[in-house]
DNA sequence: TCTGGGGTCCTAGGACCC
DNA sequence: TCTGGGGTCCTAGGACCC
């Protein structure tokens, strides 16, 4: 046989974070809510069945929620994070072939027969449960989008036990028919709906048009998808992580800024975040870009710029950055609006020790820059974040984040890590 | 009162060049 | 009625993913 494909996915995987050190929430209706307790951004299988659904604002299931008694949790990126390289470091048990395809999913590749992978499928369940408190589902195919197939399609089947194998019964045109196209990996809502329209609605319907057809509608990105459809691999596993090509910090504020001074502090804390995302993959970065929007949903004057500046020489040093994003910020802000979001992105990002010598600083000047941001990082990272901070940060941050119902970082933090109390033995 | 955040790739069309 | 022909590079916008 040749090789396999399996999609682990985490099921709900941040409710079940939640869950893994909370037994009480074993049984109860879990939502996780996005930054600043926005929308709802994971939901347990009980929270589901309550009729909870995805994406939707906080405040307008908030009756519903009441009425089934659903906990709710702000996102804890932090534990969430940490849980998500426990699982990973499993799953390389099983496989020296695996890509971490999202914080909650990764690709294996296996090899055996249609038994033996089935096997090794539920063996990963077993464990990754085991160790790590999380469960997954498995989906098992000859291409990565098959195995997407497969996984979706187990998680609706109860009797698949968390393993769906493609290679095996219920046949793979069975399958194909009971994926609609919106659930196929590669076709979001426009191209489900552009399909509909000329009657295609399942992934066997799908795959039966013509290549050329295909690429006209939906480009080669398409193609490459009905491609794996049909079972012919097209797209490979990718063993390391490429560095990312841009780099974006945004946030919504927990409360609306109308100063010129509290945003430039906002930007410049976006700034040292993404300066530090840039350093942790090794870049350097030659464009900041900077954005600043009121909120849409209010009926209030609106206003929403960007600004796109370059600096003289890539850099990795949180503050050069700063000083050419808030110089940035100098061109778009305007008074008198409520701005409810803003954002830093870098782009033209180069690998850092092959960035050009500045025109005063040369070699030594960058090395005690480099050096200083090393420090820094490390400080941050044992210390925990913006224990080191720049002035133009501020203090203060009353735009900071709404968290009402964060959860303790068990897994990261000494001072919130679970305490296991012992119990008077039963005589 | 309250509406998330962070990425990638492809294409069409314009600017510019010879 | 005719109004070159190609090539490259860049950008905006649209599609997708989690």
Redesign the pocket.
């Known amino acids: 046989m040749e090789t396999a494909f399996a999609l682990v ?1 985490c099921n709900n995987f941040y409710a079940s974070c939640e869950r893994v050190f909370d037994p009480r929430l074993a049984k109860l209706p879990v939502v996780v809510l ?6 709802i ?1 994971a939901r347990s299988e009980e929270a589901k069945v309550a009729g909870i659904r995805m ?1 939707e ?4 299931q908030q009756e519903l929620i009441d009425r089934h008694g659903i906990q709710v949790f702000s996102a804890n990126f932090t534990l969430y994070g940490d849980m998500s390289n426990r699982v990973m470091e499993t799953l390389k048990q099983f496989s020296p072939q695996m890509e971490i ?5 990764a690709f294996l590749s296996l090899s055996g027969t249609a038994g033996q992978i089935e096997n090794c499928a539920r063996e990963i369940r077993r464990t990754v449960r085991q160790w790590t408190g999380i469960p997954v589902t498995v989906g098992l195919g000859p291409t990565k989008t098959l195995a ?1 197939a497969a996984n979706k399609l187990a998680k609706r089947m109860p009797d698949s036990k968390g393993v769906l194998n493609l290679f095996r019964d219920p046949a793979l045109n069975d399958c194909l028919e009971r994926l609609a196209v919106k659930d ?9 709906k552009l399909l509909n329209r000329h009657g295609i609605h399942n992934a066997r319907q799908l795959a039966g048009k013509s290549d050329r057809w295909i ?1 006209q509608n939906m ?3 398409g193609l490459r998808t009905v491609t794996e459809l049909k079972g012919e691999p097209c797209i490979g596993l990718e063993h390391f992580t ?1 560095p ?9 504020f927990g ?2 800024i109308r100063d010129r001074i509290e945003l430039g502090q906002a930007v410049a804390s976006f700034t040292a ?2 300066a530090e ?1 840039l350093r942790r993959q090794g870049s350097a970065a030659a464009y900041v870009h900077v954005f600043i929007e009121t ?1 849409s ?2 009926d209030e004057p609106q206003y929403n710029n960007f600004f796109t500046q370059g600096l003289p020489a890539a850099s990795s040093y949180t503050p050069d950055l700063i000083k050419c994003a808030a110089g940035a910020l100098d061109k778009i802000f305007k008074p008198g609006y409520n701005f ?2 803003a ?1 830093v ?1 870098f782009s033209g990002l180069v690998p850092d020790n092959q960035v050009q010598l500045d025109m005063e600083g040369g070699r030594e000047g960058t090395e005690q820059k480099q050096a200083v941001m090393r420090a820094v990082d490390r400080i941050n990272r044992s210390r925990g974040r913006n224990t080191v901070f720049y002035a133009a940060q501020g203090a203060d941050r009353p735009w900071k ?1 709404r968290q009402l119902k964060l959860s303790p970082r068990y897994t990261t933090s000494w001072a919130d890590l679970p305490v296991a109390q012992a119990q008077e033995p039963d005589r």
Do not use: H, Q
Request: charged share 30%; with cysteine.
């Open positions: 996915d996005s930054n600043n307790d926005g929308c951004i994406g604002p906080f405040f307008e395809y999202s914080i909650d999913e997407k196929i990996w590669g076709v979001g809502f426009r191209y489900a690429k480009t080669v990105t490429r990312r090509k841009s780099l974006l910090t945004s946030r919504s409360k609306p975040a993404s995302k909120s949903f209010r409810k979001r954002g992105m984040m």
